[in-house]
């Protein structure tokens, strides 16, 4: 199986919402989860940075679904 050219065989990709950083601007406060010492951690990654690659759902591969 190829290797996903969108996260590079990885399975993850930098968030989007916060683009890579694991936190977000204080223009969105409204949409931050208050965590440990007040840090706003991005509600889509949690403080991970990283997301599932959703062209390959985390996987690394893309699977041929044979329908050529």
Wanted: charged residues 25%; glycine residues 16%.
């Amino acid at each position: 199986m190829p290797a996903c050219t969108r996260c590079n065989g990885k399975g993850s990709i930098d968030c989007p919402q916060c683009e890579g950083r694991g936190i977000i601007d204080e223009g969105q406060l409204e949409l931050i989860t208050e965590v440990g010492r007040g840090a706003p951690v991005c509600p889509a990654c949690r403080g991970a940075k990283l997301i599932a690659c959703p062209d390959c759902e985390g996987s690394g591969q893309i699977v041929d679904d044979g329908d050529d």
